[in-house]
T-cell receptor, first 116, second 111 residues
Framework: DARVTQTPRDKVTEMGQEVTMRCQPI?????VFWYRQTMMQGLELLAY????????DSGMPKDRFSAEMPDATLATLKIQPSEPRDSAVYFC??????????????FGPGTRLTVL | KQEVTQIPAALSVPEGENLVLNCSFT??????LQWFRQDPGKGLTSLLL?????REQTSGRLNASLDKSSGRSTLYIAASQPGDSATYLC??????????FGQGTILTVHP
């Protein structure tokens, strides 16, 4: 049963600390997305990759957030330094984007981040 | 820029009722429209995906329609059950997979 996995599932940290969230996309998928969900803003796209190349990270605060794909099986989202306003659930999703394909996205379970 | 709106924000119905959730989008150059379900504290589960060339998709008691010209999609749930209680999200997609989400409809089906 192919699934997107994310670690950690929950993270509590203090303001100023570095936070790294990891995602393993579904094997064979060529697109990876990072979303943030809050009560106020709903689901927002932070960044996405196609064939490991970053296509758009305009949704991320550039001074503190960074997203990478070291290899096809791992995507990371890093916050340094973290702030209380970063508290949210961070979702990773993957999909197979092919010309004429349906581009369906599959979501991981999320990482619930609390910054004190 | 694509904007997606869902109404109503919340809906409470008795078990067995048929119901319709609405989704509207501003950019008709949509590649696809995807409906998701989210249970409290959980991730998103894909329910139905409609390509821009399609008018509707069906899965079990769920039927989703897409009208690009009017910028609308509906999710029809037949014979609702308490297990259908969740937040339902629609999202408009681009050809390279970028999704823009609505704020969701919180559905409660009471016995």
């Amino acid at each position: 049963d192919a699934r997107v996995t994310q670690t950690p599932r929950d993270k509590v940290t203090e303001m100023g600390q570095e936070v790294t969230m990891r995602c393993q996309p579904i094997l064979g998928h060529n697109t990876v997305f990072w979303y943030r969900q809050t009560m106020m803003q709903g689901l927002e796209l932070l960044a996405y990759f196609r064939n490991r190349a970053p296509l758009d990270d305009s949704g991320m605060p550039k001074d503190r957030f960074s997203a990478e794909m070291p290899d096809a099986t791992l995507a990371t989202l890093k916050i340094q330094p973290s702030e209380p306003r970063d508290s949210a659930v961070y979702f990773c999703a993957s999909g197979l984007a092919l010309a004429g394909g349906d581009n369906e996205q599959f979501f991981g379970p999320g990482t619930r981040l609390t910054v004190l | 820029k694509q904007e997606v709106t869902q109404i109503p924000a919340a809906l409470s119905v008795p078990e067995g009722e048929n119901l319709v959730l609405n989704c509207s989008f501003t950019d008709s150059a949509i590649y696809n429209l995807q409906w998701f379900r989210q249970d409290p504290g959980k991730g998103l589960t894909s329910l139905l995906l409609i390509q821009s060339s399609q008018r509707e998709q069906t899965s079990g008691r769920l039927n989703a329609s897409l009208d690009k010209s009017s910028g609308r999609s509906t999710l029809y749930i037949a014979a609702s059950q308490p297990g259908d209680s969740a937040t339902y999200l629609c999202a408009g997609g681009t050809s390279y997979g970028k999704l823009t989400f609505g704020q969701g409809t919180i559905l409660t089906v009471h016995p």
